[in-house]
């Protein structure tokens, strides 16, 4: 029998009145107020993994415009950074406070792990653990963020985990060490047999920088058009200094440990490990260069997979640069339950 599954839909041309909310409320923001919620959501987290002494860089975000008294404290989201956004980048802010602002009531507290850049280290891993990552194995780094967790929420708190990328290749190890209720991963990179780490970047670079800026465009804030650097659908300087920072940030060992790790296939062994009382969502682009077709296919009626969340009208990147769309994304993904 096949397993039975739960199946959605995210239209690029039809946001919903949460996502519209969502963004109304955070286009209220200035740069400034944007740049002193970023510092300030910065914890760095003391743990002890493998015996030694850790610090693991963490973001936690309270809801926008919510009263302390509102704010519902009992459930948290956790989300995982693509490759490689770091705790500096503003337009990673703006993507989760409005996917925050979209899910559930808008009332949840938020922790995000960052990835390492070039500015801004966000963990280190030991010469062990880079030679697992670079062979596909994401588990140093899903350790680390769950011990982390650990002191970074309420133990009696629950947890819904969310990546897109590489983000979504760790939430599956994520999800399996700290119990969650849900686990959301969309467009992972580590879904196909034989891709090569030059195969990846020829996946997810051709017209990546027109897809960005019209992904930016079509999400309607301003502030995110002005961080990104994007006029009227063009690079401005802004964007070129941010793209030199990117590039910077490809060269360290822990990122060029994962490039050669994003391009295993590891995704459908590490979904096996969810859980089973978590509800496991997995998002495809529709027309992805990243999660191919084969891939997809390897995703209907997999036991691992609750859900399936087609990204419609959308590639990679723009499933997570159209933050209006990823904003729906995640509020259906952490809405639906495991088919009857």
Not at 139 to 167: H, M, Q, W
Not at 204 to 224: D, E, Q, Y
Not at 229 to 250: K, T
Request: glycine fraction near 8%; aromatic fraction near 6%.
């Amino acid at each position: 029998m096949m397993h039975k599954q739960q199946f959605a839909e995210v239209w690029s041309h039809q946001p919903s009145e949460e996502a519209l909310e969502a963004r109304e409320k955070i286009n209220g923001l200035s740069e400034d107020d944007l740049k002193k919620l970023t510092a300030l959501s910065v914890e760095e987290v003391h743990i002890r993994v493998g015996g030694s002494e850790r610090t693991v860089t963490a973001q936690k975000f309270m809801p926008v415009g919510v009263n302390k008294a509102d704010i519902d404290d009992s459930r948290w989201i956790v989300g995982h950074n693509p490759f490689p956004q770091g705790y500096t980048g503003l337009h990673m802010s703006l993507r989760w406070l409005i996917a925050q602002a979209a899910m559930g009531g808008g009332n949840n507290p938020m922790i995000i792990f960052p990835e390492n850049t070039f500015r801004a280290p966000a963990y280190d891993l030991t010469k062990a653990e880079l030679e697992l990552v670079a062979s596909g194995d994401a588990t140093p780094v899903a350790e680390l963020r769950a011990a982390a967790i650990e002191k970074l929420i309420p133990n009696d708190s629950k947890k819904n985990t969310i990546g897109y990328s590489l983000g979504g290749l760790i939430v599956p190890l994520f999800a399996s060490l700290t119990e969650c209720d849900y686990a959301v991963s969309a467009e992972a990179p580590n879904t196909e047999t034989g891709r090569t780490p030059a195969g990846l970047r020829k996946a997810t670079s051709k017209k990546a920088m027109s897809l960005t800026n019209r992904a930016v465009m079509a999400s309607g804030v301003p502030l995110l058009e002005k961080v990104q650097g994007v006029h009227d659908g063009r690079m401005a300087p802004r964007q070129v200094a941010n793209l030199a920072n990117f590039a910077a940030s490809l060269v360290s060992p822990v990122s060029l440990a994962w490039q050669k790790g994003m391009a295993g296939d590891r995704f459908f062994d590490d979904i096996k490990e969810i859980p089973e009382d978590t509800i496991s969502v997995v998002g495809v682009g529709e027309f992805s260069r990243l999660f191919t077709h084969e891939a997809r296919m390897r995703l209907v009626g997999n036991p691992a997979v609750d859900a399936i969340v087609d990204l419609r009208d959308c590639g990679h990147p723009e499933g997570g640069d159209n933050i209006l769309i990823f904003a729906d994304f995640c509020r259906i993904a952490t809405s639906l339950q495991k088919a009857a």
